[in-house]
């Protein structure tokens, strides 16, 4: 399985950005993808997931009301809506996914419960 993300860049507070990860040698409806972060001299952290099994969608509280994961079938594409950015959302996105057995439910937001990353893009909120 290889994770491609892509759609990082620059943006003023307030603005919005749309984060893409490409998936190719499973299906991404097959797969509990999730999003991590990880800023400068802080941990990676969970941002959000999706699961494969009904689709249920998990977030961060941090960015609870204003990200917005979903799941392309026909891109085999996972996405991150981003809207109302802040300074704090500043940092390395990385996408992940879960290998064949999937990701208990309590275990969602573990990200050494992800098999597959990708290589990161980078998000930058300017105040």
């Known amino acids: 399985v290889q994770l491609q993300a892509s759609g990082g860049g620059l943006v003023q507070a307030g603005g919005s950005l749309r984060l893409s990860c490409a998936a190719s040698g499973r299906s991404v409806s097959n797969t509990d993808m999730g999003w991590f972060r990880q800023a400068p001299g802080k941990e990676r952290e969970f941002v959000s997931a999706?699961?494969?099994?009904?689709?249920?969608?998990y977030y961060a509280d941090s960015v609870k009301g204003r990200f917005t994961i979903s799941r392309d079938r026909a891109k085999n594409t996972v996405s991150l809506q981003m809207n109302t950015l802040k300074p704090e959302d500043t940092a390395v996105y990385y996408c992940?996914?879960?290998?064949?057995?999937?990701?208990?439910?309590?275990?969602?937001?573990?990200?050494?419960?992800?098999?597959?990353w990708g290589q990161g893009t980078q998000v930058t909120v300017s105040s």
């Open positions: 992940a996914s879960s290998g064949v057995s999937g990701i208990i439910l309590s275990q969602i937001r573990n990200r050494n419960a992800y098999t597959y």
């Open positions: 999706i699961r494969r099994s009904g689709g249920g969608m």
